[in-house]
């Protein structure tokens, strides 16, 4: 057991994460699956031999700190990260509240940085690793009622692009993936806060849009039993992708993306390029 690669996920008690678990089981890895009832990651994923389940909150970095031990101490090591755990709240920035706006941040971008902060001292001792955090399209383009999310995905990307050279030199690697729509929790109340509606300018727009959210709830055309199994496909491959585009639709906004910031680059490029000093 000790020499089978060791996989640590965050959020595995339902969703995505229990996919990836499962993937990575079949695949011949260790898991540790975390989240913050054991007992109902445990229940989620079935029993293995070779898998572990602990409590962890990503928002608490003793949490977090005590969930990295507890794999090394059953496993010895810790070889690839998923950060996968998250939630979703919606609604337009006027409407949500500014302690909703922070608790998305905390848990989507500092969640991952408090779990991953724990596991690098591990990986580098050992000059071998690999930290995959599930981003989204969200995170490529924004998006209207997606203001927190967006900001928080947003906020990954750029810290995934920045850690990766850090960590280079000792042997880790860095991927993110930006799935689409997949037939995930995503939508679900478990997942998803909706603000308040408190404005009514915003009143009928946000009835809309919630209305075609929980009517595109469970109709996701992304399999995510499909995208586990790829995506544990790229990680024991030999050069994980620094970035991976999760579904055609996610290929869709990354490649709409490029073009955008290509024309946007060169649409004033004369004044962009004339703010030098003078030379003498």
Same mark, same amino acid.
């Given at each position: ?148 999310? @967006? #900001? =928080?995905?947003?906020? %990954?990307? &750029?810290?995934? +692009? ?5 960590? $280079? ?58 995208? @586990? #199994? =790829?995506?544990?496909? %790229?990680? &024991?491959?030999? +050069? ?5 585009? $999760? ?34």
């Amino acid at each position: 057991m000790a020499q089978k690669k060791v996989l640590l996920i965050t959020g595995a008690g339902r969703g995505m994460g229990v996919d990836i678990a499962k993937a990575a089981l079949s695949a011949g890895y260790s898991v540790v699956a975390t989240g913050r009832d054991p007992e109902r990651v445990e229940k989620a994923i079935g029993f293995a031999e070779n898998l572990l389940t602990v409590r962890l909150d990503v928002t608490d970095p003793v949490s977090a700190a005590a969930a990295v031990r507890a794999a090394v101490d059953r496993f010895g090591r810790v070889d690839v990260l998923v950060n996968n755990a998250g939630n979703f709240v919606a609604g337009f920035f006027e409407e949500i509240t500014p302690d909703a706006f922070r608790a998305q941040v905390e848990t989507n971008l500092f969640g991952p940085l408090n779990v991953t902060r724990a596991v690098l001292p591990v990986m580098r001792e050992r000059r071998s690793g690999l930290v995959v955090t599930i981003s989204s399209t969200a995170g490529i383009g924004g998006l209207e009622f997606c203001s927190a999310y @967006a #900001a =928080a995905k947003f906020g %990954l990307e &750029g810290w995934m +692009e920045s850690l990766a050279p850090e960590v $280079a030199p000792y042997g880790i690697r860095t991927m993110l993936v930006e799935p689409g729509f997949f037939r995930t929790d995503l939508l679900t109340p478990e997942s998803t806060t909706y603000a308040e509606p408190s404005i009514e300018d915003y009143a009928e727009r946000t009835r809309q849009t919630v209305t075609a959210w929980n009517g595109m709830n469970g109709r996701q055309g992304g399999d995510p039993a499909r995208l @586990a #199994a =790829a995506l544990v496909r %790229l990680i &024991g491959s030999e +050069e994980p992708p620094l970035r991976w585009a $999760a579904g055609a639709d996610a290929v869709d906004v990354l490649e709409r993306k490029a073009k955008l910031l290509l024309e946007q680059a060169g649409a004033h490029r004369g004044l962009s390029s004339s703010l030098g000093h003078e030379q003498s």
